[in-house]
């Protein structure tokens, strides 16, 4: 075999198994396939505490991820908490009175907002925003709470 | 007196090789379109530098992505949390280690060849004999194997991140009863593919870069001594390696902060 060709044979499956990697990496590894072709509506709620929440948290509908936190800022006006997610297009049915929640995915786990859908006509769209919304349980004024409720009820 | 003569010479020998780098670098560039028009010269230097480099990548990546997985598993399980085992893997890998350790073999094992491999040109004057001929050697030397690197060492990269997290997989779900579908559920939550792989690629790219530079800046400057070219590769390795480790610092807290 010609030197040239046999160089070139080499290199051929040296670039195929590059090929492979790379689709092992982008379908197995990384979310590459969850990234792809999903057109989004932005839509924002404030909320008063949000804890742990993070960009890039999900947005789920009865444990469903529809959705991500794209950005987390203070609003200007009220000072609490502005959160913008987009919503998967194939989800703009929600309904305006629809309610968000910051949750946490078990006991120690990360923080995501969970939607209620609520049951007007009127239907959230580019923009809108959510009114209903219920902060992050903050475990030191639960545990606060729980010692309050405690001494009253040891000092009757 | 003395003293004070010898700290001139050798701040003043420093900037001069400073210089001959710069030139070298500014000769190197325009001398790249050449290689993409002459390409067969660099299928060639791919066999080379990246073909004769798949056996230590694949070893080296098999290796570290099962430690990983070893060591990530033995701190997780105290928070009973194995199941991260799978993203901590990918991540360290994808983030650091890939590009990292295949730029380190890559610099020792085709690096130190393509040092070794133009200095011995250059004292058995090869390189001269090109000239005579009115071939440029940047052209048809240098610039091929530049190119090579820059192409071969981000595949390398990626095939050392691929046999890596396998190597994650056999121990954590083969070895250690990790769960295989919490294994990737949670890595595919956790690794994001644009700013976690491309910013992996684009510094194995960067690293490529690095080290065709000075690999080859070694092996056309070196003494034309056998004495000369055995330092020539002994920097060639020292001072990528170091390129390499720092620059990923400065690269990783420009990309992942």
């Known amino acids: 075999m010609n030197q040239q060709v046999k160089f070139e044979v080499w290199v051929g499956l040296l670039v195929?198994?590059?090929?492979?990697?790379?689709?092992?990496?982008?379908?197995?590894?990384?979310?590459?396939?969850?990234t792809q072709d999903r057109s989004t509506y932005q839509v924002d709620a404030l909320f008063s505490n949000i804890g742990g929440l993070t960009v890039?948290?999900?947005?789920?509908?009865?444990?469903?991820v529809v959705g991500r936190v794209t950005g987390i800022s203070i609003d200007p006006v009220t000072y609490r908490a502005r959160v913008q997610m987009d919503i998967f297009k194939e989800y703009d049915d929600l309904p305006t009175d629809t309610s968000a929640m910051i949750l946490t995915s078990g006991l120690l786990g990360s923080q995501y907002i969970g939607l209620e859908v609520g049951a007007d006509?009127?239907?959230?769209?580019?923009?809108?925003?959510?009114?209903?919304?219920?902060?992050?349980?903050?475990?030191?004024?639960l545990i606060g709470r729980l010692l309050v409720s405690l001494t009253e009820g040891g000092s009757k | 007196m003395n003293g004070l003569a010898k700290l001139g010479r050798a701040s003043l020998w420093r900037l001069q090789s400073?210089?001959?780098l710069a030139l070298f670098v500014f000769s190197v560039f325009p001398a790249l379109g050449y290689a993409f028009v002459h390409f067969r010269l660099v299928i060639k230097q791919v066999y080379g530098v990246g073909v004769l480099s798949l056996p230590i990548i694949l070893t080296a990546g098999l290796f570290?992505?099962?430690?990983?997985a070893l060591q990530g598993h033995y701190i997780l399980s105290t928070f009973n949390s194995e199941e991260i085992v799978g993203s901590m893997t990918a991540l360290s890998l994808i983030r650091e280690l890939g590009p990292v350790v295949a730029a380190l073999l890559f610099a020792g094992r085709a690096g130190s060849a393509l040092t070794a491999e133009v200095g011995l040109m250059k004292s058995t004057e090869q390189l001269?004999?090109?000239?005579?001929?009115?071939?440029?050697?940047?052209?048809?030397?240098?610039?091929?194997?530049?190119?090579?690197?820059?192409?071969?060492l981000p595949m390398l990269?990626?095939?050392?991140?691929?046999?890596?997290?396998?190597?994650?997989?056999?121990?954590?779900?083969?070895?250690?009863?990790?769960d295989e579908g919490a294994f990737w559920a949670q890595m595919q939550l956790h690794v994001d593919w644009h700013d976690d792989v491309l910013n992996g690629l684009l510094k194995a790219i960067v690293f490529a870069f690095v080290i065709a530079i000075i690999s080859l800046f070694q092996g056309y400057e070196a003494m034309p001594t056998?004495?000369?070219?055995?330092?020539?590769?002994?920097?060639?390795?020292?001072?990528?390696?170091?390129?390499?480790l720092g620059l990923d610092f400065v690269l990783t807290s420009i990309m992942f902060t």
């Open chain 1, 16 to 34: 195929l198994i590059t090929l492979i990697s790379t689709a092992f990496i982008a379908l197995k590894v990384s979310n590459f396939s969850e």
């Open chain 1, 56 to 64: 890039r948290a999900p947005v789920k509908i009865s444990g469903v």
């Open chain 1, 121 to 141: 006509d009127e239907l959230l769209v580019e923009g809108s925003r959510i009114y209903f919304t219920q902060s992050a349980l903050v475990l030191e004024n």
């Open chain 2, 18 to 20: 400073l210089g001959q």
């Open chain 2, 64 to 68: 570290v992505g099962m430690v990983l």
């Open chain 2, 128 to 152: 001269s004999a090109l000239e005579m001929m009115a071939i440029d050697p940047i052209k048809y030397v240098v610039a091929p194997r530049i190119l090579a690197c820059v192409i071969a």
């Open chain 2, 157 to 178: 990269a990626l095939i050392f991140i691929a046999i890596g997290v396998f190597g994650g997989y056999l121990v954590a779900v083969g070895w250690l009863g990790v």
């Open chain 2, 226 to 244: 056998s004495e000369g070219v055995s330092n020539a590769t002994t920097r060639t390795v020292v001072q990528s390696s170091l390129w390499v």
